[in-house]
């Protein structure tokens, strides 16, 4: 069926199709979430296994080699990286993307129940979960008080604020920073204990056997049901201090004898500060397929109602990514409304005609509309990528309505009616439109199935530039005709012809009399472009400018929380005279998780900075990281870096070895040449430093005949010094809350290593001092233990400053430690370098199946295997004006920029379908070969210029972006203008000349073999 005559014929349905279109588009639009990026959830299952206590060397050995052999032959895992901290193993099994994840979930949990009675007893049970991306944390707030105490604001925040945030929705995660939690405070003393012969675990498992409540079972009174229960509980530590402690004779003790006890707080492990004033923060996520600036706003509203219910508390908003998603949304509208302007501003230049104007300008609405619609539908967002499709496209959706209307004009020009000029013209173009917008949508489609988790982030691109492409056909082929046929009734005007259509018509001719000369011209281009690509820096993205950094310190082995916050401070003295400063927020310090909760062994060396710079500022975030840097190099002692904020930060390389002596020793050689690398700095390496143990070290002989065992020794030693595991703890019973009580000497004695070789441990005839059955001496330990597949591995990390990545990663690569790897040990690329190479060979991919399926599309609407061929060739053309606009502007060929090779190699064959079209309508018309070339270019130059400068124009706001997010847009904008530039004048002059070539092959050919069918017939004749 004739879609456009249809429309023509039945001016009321088409009309109605794009209305129904148009509802659909702005409902869709209405339900689509705002982000920064896509939400996509990698296929990612972790174990994380406890032991609280234990060292890295012992868990590695215990529990995570034995977990990663029970996965490992688990089909499609991708990667299988383990990291070992004090008291936690978590192994993170990667899948190959299209994995079930349900059904991987189900082995992995059968594995490591095969495994488990292998697994040490004392551990907490194995956690199993699949990874679900919530986000980054969207909003951080701190919260402080000059009425509550620390632990007080605490609770308020855990009860209080959390339960306001949870019943948000779009709230996925609320996590506390910092403060205290409450805890009753059981502090032994060593001469008081030794004096009764008790230990600290005879006290604490007193405490928890006789501070409980427990069911009794049912009797029936008086005819009357009842339950029995046992109620063994005290509601204060002062009714607790008065518990009676048996000992080993018979007799009791009041616990207050032998301890201190108080409602205090637990040991912190972390804190977080303000501008150096203590504070209490917390972080939240949002859920999945949520509108990070919907749920902000929301949370923003939430908390200004909490902070007006309780006035004695101050909320401080001290980070967010809400802004850096709403800035990037109005810019990306913005550009849209601004590329729109632009186009439709050319065609009237050209055109000259209100109606027809305003015919071709229906079509970016009409094609933008409905495709919210169908990305709801899809399940995407508003995001920098989705909305990056629009801005790319938004020049190409005007480019058929233009060809249709140029058409339709020439033909009104000949002097036929508006219904006749509509039909043929559109029957006469319509080939060349589809064909047009079918190659573009090849070449965008393959962007949505490039591999690996690169792929997972354009997959929501791909598909909303194909849509919106699409939806502009069916503007083309359906509406514009119709509209062109009631609305373009006056008879157009008949203006000169151009001097410079005469001038192109002169190249032409000179082209078709020395073909191979023109060619040989093209091609020497296309060298050119080839040569220029080795000039032009390589990156992952180029480097934002957003108003925060994030300074990480990390102090030596053994460092407490409290050495950690006095650096941190230190850190912000020495930054509080810069004038772009506007607040520092500190976190220091980590619960790790061990089963101890806040008394755990938490990375109290380590500290993170949260910067918060003014938005109105000269020095760009590069400068001020340097001027920072330079700062903070008075810290002694002190190892500072930056965190990467986003892809393109950091050059991160992984050493992998079995032998961990020879490995440690190699990750330190690179180490100290990648310090030496222009361009690179803050080099550090996972490799942690030794940090101080205390190892005791039983006498078997000794032990032996006191009947103490090591477990005995393992388990007095970790309750005396850290308490009990949370599990085992008893609880003081509250209204809305348990509260821990913890048992452990007092932390003097604990730290006075000459006192815990007195505390005592359960032996045949009493407690013994632990000084009888071992000798406590001083040791040392890995801090952290990284594996990459089944090996150890040491990830040395690097901030490039704003440096391309592909350079600086270049140089690493020839470093003689590099080069010269001792046999056992490789290299692989991490983090953004290993992403780098995924994105490269993944766009490798899809230009070349795009190029492909642009031939494949084009086979079938032609019906020849040659003039694909011929209409291809002018994709080579826009190389040297995309790598030169790059080259001369300064940009890097990175991610926004290889979207601009992606798009020319689509948009670079629309000028040769429309000369190649034409060309092959004039010869079936029966005009000869070179009339037909040069008849074709001289009706067709005009649409050509047209499309191109509209197209060129709807890519000027992203090439000159000022606004959010304009440092990514950029390099696309210039890449696509410099290419269009290049590919428009090359081909209008190059793709005659090849379809003359090609054309005479083809002819000669067909003449050869014809020649030698008649021949055959005749031989078979006689």
């Not at 997010?965 to 950029?970: L, Q, T, V």
Request: charged fraction near 20%; proline fraction near 6%.
């Amino acid at each position: 069926m004739n879609v456009s005559r249809w429309g023509i014929a039945h001016p009321i349905p088409a009309a109605l199709v794009f209305v129904v279109l148009c509802v659909f588009g702005f409902w869709g639009w209405r339900q689509l979430p705002i982000s920064t990026l896509p939400d996509f959830t990698p296929p990612e299952i972790d174990i994380t296994v406890t032991l609280p206590g234990a060292s890295p060397s012992q868990l590695e050995t215990d529990v995570t080699r034995k977990v990663e052999d029970a996965v490992a032959g688990i089909a499609n895992i991708d990667k299988l990286l383990s990291t070992v901290n004090e008291g936690q193993s978590r192994t993170r099994i990667l899948f190959e993307l299209g994995r079930d994840m349900d059904t991987a979930l189900e082995e992995v949990r059968d594995a490591i129940d095969r495994v488990r009675s292998e697994l040490p007893p004392e551990i907490d049970e194995p956690q199993i979960t699949r990874l679900t991306v919530l986000g980054p944390i969207m909003l951080t707030y701190a919260v402080e008080s000059d009425r509550l105490a620390l632990d007080e604001l605490s609770w308020f925040v855990d009860d209080t604020v959390k339960k306001v945030l949870f019943g948000t929705p779009g709230v996925g995660t609320v996590s506390r920073i910092g403060g205290l939690d409450r805890e009753v405070r059981v502090d032994l003393r060593p001469d008081m204990l030794q004096a009764f012969g008790l230990t600290a675990g005879t006290v604490s498992m007193q405490l928890a056997r006789i501070q409980v409540e427990r069911a009794g079972g049912r009797t029936t009174v008086g005819g009357a049901e009842q339950t029995v229960r046992t109620i063994a509980t005290v509601h204060s530590a002062a009714e607790l201090a008065n518990y009676p402690i048996s000992l080993p004779d018979g007799r009791s003790v009041r616990l207050s004898t032998i301890a201190t006890v108080a409602d205090s707080h637990a040991e912190p492990r972390d804190m977080a500060l303000l501008n150096g004033r203590p504070v209490v923060g917390f972080g939240i996520q949002r859920a999945v397929k949520t509108s990070e600036v919907a749920v902000g706003d929301e949370v923003r509203r939430r908390i200004a109602e909490l902070a007006r219910e309780h006035p004695e508390v101050r909320f401080i908003e001290v980070d967010s990514v809400v802004e850096e998603a709403r800035n990037s949304y109005n810019a990306s509208m913005s550009m849209l409304a601004e590329g729109a302007l632009l186009a439709v501003a050319v065609v009237w230049l050209f055109l000259r005609d209100r109606r027809a104007t305003w015919i071709s300008a229906l079509a970016l609405p009409l094609s933008v509309i409905p495709t919210f619609g169908v990305m709801h539908l899809l399940g995407f967002s508003l995001n920098l990528l989705s909305l990056l499709a629009m801005a790319v496209v938004i020049g190409i959706l005007v480019d058929d309505a233009i060809v249709e209307v140029e058409n339709i004009t020439r033909h009104r020009a000949l002097g036929k009616t508006p219904m006749q000029a509509a039909g043929e013209a559109a029957d006469e173009i319509g080939i060349a439109v589809i064909a047009t917008s079918a190659t573009l949508a090849a070449v965008f489609i393959p962007v949505a199935f490039m591999p690996g988790q690169i792929g997972l982030f354009f997959r929501e691109f791909g598909w909303t530039a194909a849509t919106a492409v699409l939806f502009s056909l069916l503007v083309a082929r359906l509406l514009t005709p119709m509209l062109a046929a009631y609305f373009m009734t006056r008879k157009p005007a008949h203006p000169a012809e151009p001097a410079w259509v005469r001038f192109y018509m002169r190249l032409v001719g000179h082209a078709l009399d020395k073909p191979w000369r023109t060619l040989a011209t093209a091609f020497a281009t296309f060298v050119v472009a080839l040569a220029l690509v080795p000039l032009i820096p390589r990156t992952f993205v180029p480097p934002n400018n957003e108003s925060r950094s994030t300074v990480l310190l990390e102090l030596p082995p053994g460092s407490t929380l409290q050495d950690s916050a006095a650096a941190a401070e230190q850190t912000r003295q020495l930054l509080a005279d810069l004038p772009e400063l506007k607040s520092v927020f500190a976190r220091i310090g980590s619960v790790s998780g061990t089963g101890f909760t806040t008394a755990g062994s938490g990375n109290v060396r380590k500290a993170q900075l949260n910067l918060r710079f003014h938005d109105e500022r000269q020095r760009s975030m590069q400068q001020l990281e340097v001027e920072v840097r330079r700062r903070l190099e008075k810290l002694a002692g002190v190892r500072v870096s930056f965190a990467a904020l986003g892809p393109g930060d950091r050059l991160e390389v992984v050493v992998v070895g079995r032998d961990p002596v020879q490995l440690a020793a190699t990750a330190q050689n690179i180490e100290t040449a990648m310090r030496g690398v222009r361009g690179l700095s803050g080099v550090q390496s996972s490799a942690s430093l030794l940090q101080p143990e205390i190892a005791i070290i039983p006498d078997p002989a000794r032990a032996a005949d006191l009947g103490v065992s090591t477990v005995d020794i393992a388990e007095a030693a970790r309750i005396a010094t850290t308490g009990d595991f949370l599990r085992n703890l008893p609880k003081l019973n509250l209204a809305e809350r348990q509260i821990p009580i913890r048992v452990q000497v007092a932390e003097a004695a604990r730290d006075d290593a000459s006192l815990l070789s007195l505390m005592r441990v359960p032996a045949r005839g009493g407690a013994v001092p632990l000084s009888a059955v071992a000798e406590i001496r001083d040791s040392s330990g890995p801090a952290i233990i990284e594996r990459y597949n089944r090996e150890r591995n040491v990830k040395i990390s690097g901030e490039l400053n704003g440096n391309p990545l592909g350079p600086v990663m270049n140089e690493v690569r020839r470093l003689p430690a590099v080069q010269n790897l001792p046999p056992g040990v490789r290299i692989l690329p991490g983090g953004d370098a290993e992403a780098f190479v995924d994105l490269f060979v993944g766009f490798a991919l899809a230009m070349l199946t795009g190029v492909l399926s642009v031939y494949v599309v084009l086979l079938m609407l032609f019906n020849s295997p040659s003039m694909p061929l011929v209409i291809l060739a002018a994709i080579p053309l826009c190389g040297v004006g995309a790598f030169g606009a790059l080259l001369l502007t300064g940009y890097a060929l990175s991610l926004p920029s290889l979207v601009g090779l992606l798009m020319l190699t689509g948009v670079s064959t629309k000028n040769s379908i429309l000369i190649v079209d034409y060309a092959i309508i004039g010869e079936r018309a029966g005009l000869p070969r070179r009339e037909a070339i040069i008849d074709a270019c001289h009706k067709r130059v005009r649409p050509v210029i047209m499309t191109t400068i509209a197209m060129g124009a709807g890519m000027v706001p992203v090439a000159f972006s000022l606004a959010a997010d304009g440092n990514f847009r950029a390099p696309l904008g210039i890449s696509v203008i410099g290419g269009l530039l290049t590919s428009t004048l090359l081909s209008l002059i190059a793709v005659p000349a090849a379809y003359w070539l090609v054309a005479q092959w083809v002819t000669r050919f067909k003449a050869r073999r014809a020649a030698r069918r008649q021949a055959r017939e005749a031989r078979s004749a006689v």
